[in-house]
């Protein structure tokens, strides 16, 4: 696929505004395809679908793809060279904007297939990856397997060690495992970004490690202790949920679960953080 003589033909542009950089080395489309481990009962769903260049791949394999693009001045484009492939239905839409619940089950009552596999490829713009993995995470239907390409060092981020994790690692690892597959160099996108990217796989677990109704103060401890990443545990929990409790009380309840009070956040792995979340629920549900 040419992108430049697409987007050419079309009298377009990539967009900046939308963080526009079409993947068109064939070699890495292909290895990003493979990732997926796609089979025929699976559905795909493409966040940021494109000119199609990965589509058609995961069209080969998949049972079917759900290939979702936010700019409508290219689903002209997507609609001509997918459509061969009766096995995609090209959407146009924000995936923060959608339940992608909705959009797997509609896919699935058109395969006839009420237990296909659900899983989520795609580029996704630097400037919103967080929010897109935390919204196809916390949804109802959680996908099987996620494949993206982000940039290099949100990647980093994601598959973080304790000592050096951050809010998003937290929030990835809480509901999977992440893998840091392989670096993409910049001059493999049209245009060139100024950075490389990577291709994270996550491998989702069925069930997280807390119920529904522990989870929103999981992620409220989380977001505390990090609000102050450069303090001691006990002083960033402290001020972080509003002082609900004391510094001192802060830290009996980390040495409690025998997280020693002074280290700090990005510390803590995520076994330590549900530890801490049990330590104080009572405090924050009264």
């Known amino acids: 696929m040419n992108v430049h003589r697409l987007l050419r033909e079309h009298d377009l542009r990539p967009d900046k505004a939308l ?18 481990r796609p089979s025929d009962s699976d559905i795909i769903l493409e966040i940021g679908a494109g000119t199609g260049a990965l589509t058609k791949l995961l ?5 079917r793809v759900v290939a979702l693009e936010l700019d409508e001045k290219l689903l002209p484009i997507l609609r001509s060279e997918l459509s ?5 239905t090209v959407l146009q839409g924000d995936i923060l904007a959608l339940d992608p619940a909705a959009l797997v089950e509609e896919a699935r009552r058109e395969m006839g297939m009420p ?18 993995i935390r919204h196809l995470m916390e949804a109802e239907l959680r996908p099987d397997l996620m494949v993206v390409t982000v940039q290099y060092e ?4 994601i598959v973080a060690e304790p000592g050096d994790t951050s809010v998003l690692t937290v929030s990835v690892q809480f509901y999977g495992e992440p893998e840091l597959l392989f670096r993409i160099k910049s001059g493999s996108f049209y245009p060139r970004p100024n950075v490389d990217s990577a291709v994270v796989r996550i491998d989702v677990d069925p069930a997280p490690p807390l119920p529904e109704e522990e989870t929103d103060l999981f992620f409220r401890v989380v977001r ?3 609000s102050q ?3 001691q545990l006990h002083n960033a929990i402290s001020a972080g949920l509003g002082e609900v409790l004391s510094k001192d009380e802060a830290a009996d309840r980390l040495d409690r679960v025998g997280i020693d009070h002074r280290r ?14 049990r330590a104080v629920r009572d405090v924050l549900e009264s």
């Not at 061969?84 to 995609?88: F, L, R, T, Y």
């Not at 949100?154 to 981020?157: D, E, I, L, P, S």
């Not at 956040?265 to 979340?277: F, G, N, P, R, Y």
């Open 19 to 36: 963080g526009q950089n079409f993947l068109v080395d064939e070699t890495v489309l292909s290895r990003i395809a493979a990732s997926t």
């Open 59 to 63: 069209a080969e394999g998949a049972g």
């Open 84 to 88: 061969e492939h009766d096995n995609v």
């Open 115 to 132: 237990r296909a596999s659900y899983k989520v490829a795609g580029n996704l713009p630097y400037y919103i990856t967080s929010a897109i």
């Open 154 to 157: 949100v990647a980093k981020r």
């Open 224 to 226: 505390a202790g990090f």
């Open 229 to 231: 990443r450069r303090k």
């Open 264 to 277: 700090r956040a990005q510390t803590l792995s995520v076994e330590e953080w549900i530890s801490l979340t």
